[in-house]
């Protein structure tokens, strides 16, 4: 069975340092996609950044880059010069590689919550 | 307004009120998404909507029912809810194709008392 793995429930950031949020995933189909998103406590989330299975280089967004390492089956995001508004939830997801059709279902981590301190 | 809105964003109702969800989405999307997220626990997906029709109904009890009157809107329609029932619920919405992220409401964070 699918599933996303966040070892990291909490992490400290210096603002202006980066901080890299760890994640790994378990699946046995070849293809298969990778999502990044925010949760501030607003509640809602924000998509971050996409990485593809085929996609032969790491996905990068503004200061937002994913560490993709396929035979490790992790997907770390790195947020470079970390700002006071970065702190939040971070979800890692992956797209069920076993559903079809026109909709993209996501296996959700259980979050880290980053907290960037000035 | 654009993106995914839903409302209410606070709910508190009793175990024998009847309440709905809204979700409207401005994205042009063909694919709508209910989801739970309990404190401490991973998102659980529950229902799928593709082309207005349900495609998954993630085992979910039937005190939730969720209705897709068209492709920009989605409802939760709730019944005789437990307290463990409390929780944020999320709406998204996506577009076909394994590359495209799905967008997500604000969510409405939801209280049975």
């Known amino acids: 069975a699918q599933k996303i793995t966040q070892t990291q429930p909490g992490m400290f950031v210096q603002e202006k340092e980066a901080v890299t949020l760890d994640c790994t995933y378990d699946?046995?189909?070849?293809?298969?996609?990778l999502f990044w998103y925010k949760q501030p406590s607003s509640g809602e989330m924000i998509f971050l950044i996409y990485?593809?299975?085929?996609?032969?280089q790491n996905a990068t967004e503004g200061r937002y880059s994913l560490n993709f390492q396929k035979a490790r089956k992790s997907a770390n995001l790195v947020i470079s010069a970390s700002q006071l508004g970065d702190s939040a939830m971070y979800f890692c997801?992956?797209?069920?590689?076993?559903?079809?059709?026109?909709?993209?279902?996501?296996?959700f981590g259980t979050g880290t919550l980053l907290a960037v301190q000035p | 307004e654009t993106g995914v809105t839903q409302t209410p964003r606070h709910l508190v109702m009793g175990m024998t009120n009847k309440k709905s969800l809204k979700c409207e989405q401005h994205?042009?999307?063909?694919?709508m998404y209910w989801y739970k997220q309990s404190a401490k626990k991973p998102l659980e997906l529950m229902f799928v909507?593709?082309?207005?029709?349900?495609?998954e109904n993630n085992s979910v009890p039937s005190r939730f029912s969720p209705e897709c009157p068209n492709s920009s809107h989605l409802f939760l329609h709730l019944h005789t809810l437990q307290p463990e029932d409390s929780a944020l619920y999320l709406c998204?919405?996506?577009?076909?194709?394994?590359?495209?992220?799905?967008?997500f409401g604000q969510g409405t964070r939801l209280t049975v008392v």
């Open positions: 998204a919405s996506s577009q076909a194709g394994k590359g495209t992220e799905a967008f």
């Open positions: 990485q593809g299975s085929y996609d032969q």
């Open positions: 699946t046995s189909d070849p293809s298969y996609g």
């Open positions: 997801a992956m797209r069920d590689p076993n559903y079809g059709g026109a909709t993209n279902k996501l296996i």
């Open positions: 994205l042009g999307h063909n694919a």
């Open positions: 909507y593709s082309l207005e029709e349900r495609v």
